[in-house]
Nanobody
Framework: QVQLVESGGGLVQAGGSLRLSCAASGRTFSWYTMGWFRQAPGKEREFVVAISNSGITTDYADSVKGRFTISRDNAKNTVYLQMNNLKPEDTAVYYC?????????WGQGTQVTVSS
């Protein structure tokens, strides 16, 4: 089982940047496609971006294309999300998980708040 801990969230003005990290436990991290997901207040959790186990293939939600970049370091068991040109509608709790997500892998998430 993979255990995941997200970090790096915070409060930022519109147009600003943040870099999220997701640290994974376990020796099988490099087996998995990993994803970032987010849940805004009053909304369902949604897919943001995924990266293949090798890091070669990525898949972005249309709403973040050109602004967000996912990467991973399998040696460090960590996946990153670089978020640039943030918008108020990006405000949410951000989670990482394997992709497709597993119910037993959700962490506590990290809050991202973008002020206008």
């Amino acid at each position: 089982q993979v255990q995941l801990v997200e970090s790096g969230g915070g409060l930022v003005q519109a147009g600003g940047s943040l870099r999220l990290s997701c640290a994974a436990s376990g020796r099988t991290f490099s087996w998995y496609t990993m994803g970032w997901f987010r849940q805004a207040p009053g909304k369902e959790r949604e897919f943001v971006v995924a990266i293949s186990n090798s890091g070669i293939t990525t898949d972005y939600a249309d709403s973040v294309k050109g602004r967000f970049t996912i990467s991973r370091d399998n040696a460090k068991n960590t996946v990153y999300l670089q978020m640039n040109n943030l918008k108020p509608e990006d405000t949410a709790v951000y989670y990482c998980n394997v992709n497709p997500p597993r119910s037993d892998c959700w962490g506590q998430g990290t809050q991202v708040t973008v002020s206008s």
